[in-house]
């Protein structure tokens, strides 16, 4: 038995493509000059690598922290920093009104 002609409705559509996908696809590109300047300098590659990995550590603490302290200071309009031991200094918003 034969089949009819394809009508334009049974024609399959692209998927729009997502931003991740997008993105993906902007990272794969970027990725090949960088592999083969890593390969030519892997000294230098390494050292980049190293500092790279110790800024995506220092973020990954340090912004939990920073997010932290704002959510405080939001909530009580004061942020109080610990300074040694014993020494413990406290920053305030004064209200327009003066309450």
Avoid: H, K
Wanted: glycine share 4%; aromatic share 4%.
């Amino acid at each position: 038995m034969r089949r009819p002609p394809r009508t334009p409705d049974d024609r399959l559509v692209p998927d729009r493509p997502s931003l991740r996908s997008v993105a993906v696809s902007y990272v794969a590109v970027a990725a090949v000059p960088i592999l083969l300047w890593a390969v030519a300098n892997p000294q230098t590659a390494l050292f980049v690598a190293a500092a790279l990995a110790t800024a995506v550590g220092t973020l990954r603490v340090a912004l939990p922290r920073v997010r932290r302290l704002a959510d405080c200071a939001r909530e009580c309009c004061c942020a109080t920093v610990g300074v040694g031991e014993r020494v413990r200094v406290t920053v305030s918003l004064t209200r327009p009104d003066g309450a």
